[in-house]
């Protein structure tokens, strides 16, 4: 009995000792596990935790570089602004803290969590961009009540100022907050959401120049995100400075001379292709882009039928019109078709198939030669030489002296106009050229379109004997940090030696033009200088068979007027072309206008060449 009581006693500690020990063991293999799930499966994360409740990587916007015109005043410029970021992670209670924010701010907490929301999951330690440049009561606001606002940040950054608001806005274009499309793209990789890139013109094209490089420094903060000390900065590096060929005096001139209307202006440098003015009216204001506009702004840009957001001087398509002649003028001399002897008559009126063809003076112009057809714009010379020379001759001359191609521009979205020919309208239209076709194309008419930068580039070809550079924008680019000066040099974009004849004769005529008895540009004489000049008529609008009166319903249905122009005529240093939409006359409309550049250029240049600039 005492045996047997023994051995259920020994079982039964053996018993509780194996369920002892299986308990420990058990226990032991969940520390065990939850180690390895800490610190090998969750381990990066929770070491990032740790690290970001401490030691966080803050950027540093650089400086963006500064855009000045050709003698060195500044035409864009930075300004401090104040930026508001949130850390989503600090900002504990999320919630709670936006609808603070947002009465500090004056808006709605839900368009703050509206842009939260895109961001959620992500960037939970890197600051999210909510408001930019709140101002300064704004900032005091939240300055003042910091302690109740976690996560909450205000960093100064540059931001861009278009010193003359609505000047040169095309051309040097604007910046704006860099989108998902161009995130993806390898050029854009180290740019972070809430940055702002150029969208178009200057700002765009020069932008790896102009933007700089990021900085960055750690820093130590606490539970809430504020910082406490700075552990280590790498300084941003302020971008290049960047000197346009754009004259200031010039362009604001010529803005303020196509105040009001819908059309553009071009000047060039006859000796390099240096882009001296370039308007395009209307303009609109590239701060808004910067600083934001309301919806209403925008609609009011988008819907205007005027179309301030295209750059008309190099995308707006138009007929050249009669300035188009110089280019039939210059065929048919070099042609061989006429010369200095050639005459026709011209009784307001030329025949041609079943159909009468106009001159724009009803009563005619008599006998002409080239010089007296260019001075006086006698349509009938034109349709006669033109119908001589044909159509696919024509085009030639036409491309040789820039027109229907793009330029070469360093601004996008450059027009290629159209030069027709008999091919391009049988691959178009599937029919034949037709020779009537043909004195509509040698008066400028028909399917001819041209831009305004091609018209000055066609001018200026004329005006230095055949050689046309293309347009150059920049004048240097200049590093901030004393490196060596980018200078841009002229590229020459095609040059052609025409007979020895062709170019006298021609300029003969475009000087008659201006300070001839019967020019069509008396205008625009300067006292003391000599202008040479054609002026044009676009039409908007046919007209039936035999209609003379050509009235206009609507002030849209109007010709655009058109001058191009080059002076001094002995010795061209600048070419200027102008169109104003719907002016209906290139003498009173468009003349009057690049009359004023040519003064304003020669004013500025200090010449000596004028006797008196003033009228």
């Known amino acids: 009995m005492t045996k047997y009581l023994e051995t259920v006693d020994t079982d039964w500690y053996k018993q509780r000792l194996i369920g002892v020990t299986l308990s420990l063991l058990a226990a032991f293999a969940i520390i065990v596990a939850r180690l390895f799930y800490l610190q090998i499966l969750e381990g990066a ?39 508001l970021s949130i850390i989503i992670k600090d900002a504990s209670p999320l919630e709670v803290t936006v609808k603070k924010l947002a009465k500090h701010l004056g808006i709605s907490s839900e368009v703050l969590m509206a842009r939260l929301s895109k961001y959620k999951g992500l ?8 408001k930019q440049d709140i101002g300064r009561d704004a900032l005091a606001r939240i300055e003042a009540h910091s302690f109740d606002l976690p996560g909450v940040i205000v960093n100064v950054k540059p931001r861009r100022n278009y010193i003359n608001k609505t000047s040169a806005a095309h051309l040097m274009g604007y910046l704006s907050e860099i989108g998902q499309r161009e995130l993806s793209k390898a050029e854009y990789e180290d740019y972070k959401p809430g940055d702002y890139i150029g969208k178009v013109g200057v700002e765009k094209e020069y932008e790896s120049y102009l933007r700089g490089r990021k900085g960055d420094r750690l820093v130590e903060v606490n539970v809430t995100g504020q910082v406490v000390k700075i552990l280590k900065t790498i300084d941003a590096s302020s971008g290049n400075n960047v000197y346009l060929t754009l004259d200031r005096n010039m362009q604001l001139r010529a803005e303020e001379l196509l105040a009001g209307v819908a059309g553009a202006a071009v000047a060039l440098d006859v000796s390099n292709g240096h882009v001296l003015a370039m308007v395009s009216s209307p303009s609109f204001d590239q701060n808004y882009f910067v600083s934001g506009m309301t919806s209403s702004q925008w609609d009011s840009m988008i819907n205007n039928p005027f179309r301030p957001l295209n750059n008309k001087a190099i995308q707006g398509e138009y007929p050249p019109g009669s300035t188009y ?17 050639t005459t026709y008559f011209c009784p307001g009126h030329l025949t041609f198939g079943d159909r009468t063809f106009r001159c724009w003076k009803k009563g005619g112009h008599g006998t002409v030669n080239v010089v007296d057809a260019i001075a006086q714009s006698c349509d009938v010379f034109f349709y006669i030489t033109g119908q001589k020379i044909g159509v696919d001759k024509l085009a030639w001359y036409a491309k040789a002296l820039g027109l229907g191609r793009q330029t070469g521009i360093s601004l996008a979205h450059e027009s290629e106009g159209l030069i ?15 020779g009537g076709e043909t004195l509509s194309i040698a008066i400028g008419q028909g399917y001819n379109l041209t831009t305004p930068l091609q018209l000055a580039v066609m001018t200026s070809a004329v005006a230095n004997n055949g050689t046309w550079y293309k347009p150059v924008i920049i004048k240097k680019i200049e590093p901030t940090n004393g490196g060596s000066v980018i200078e841009n040099d002229s590229k020459i974009g095609g040059r052609y030696s025409f007979k020895k004849d062709t170019l006298d004769l021609v300029k ?14 008396r205008i625009a004489k300067i006292k003391g200088v000599h202008i040479s000049g054609k002026t044009g008529t676009a039409q908007v609008i046919g007209h039936k068979q035999g209609d003379t009166k050509r009235e206009y319903k609507t002030d849209h249905h109007k010709p655009h007027a058109l001058f191009v122009a080059y002076a001094p005529s002995d010795n061209p240093r600048i070419a200027v072309s102008v169109i104003v939409e719907h002016g209906e006359h290139g003498s009173s409309a468009a003349a009057p206008i690049a009359r004023e550049l040519i003064r304003e250029y020669l004013a500025s240049e200090k010449s000596g060449l004028v006797a008196e600039l003033k009228p």
């Open 45 to 83: 994360n929770y070491r990032l935790l740790s690290d970001n409740n401490c030691i966080r990587r803050q950027p540093i916007a650089p400086t963006r570089g500064l855009i000045y015109d050709r003698h060195g005043h500044r035409l864009v410029d930075n300004r401090p602004s104040f930026d």
């Open 123 to 130: 960037y939970t330690y890197n600051p999210v961009l909510l």
């Open 325 to 341: 002649k110089i280019i039939t003028a210059v065929a048919g001399l070099d042609e061989g078709v006429i010369d200095g002897n």
């Open 420 to 434: 027709p020919t008999a091919a391009w309208k049988k691959k178009r239209f599937g029919v034949p050229w037709r």
């Open 508 to 521: 003969k005529g475009l000087f008659k033009v201006v300070h001839g008895a019967r020019g069509t540009a």
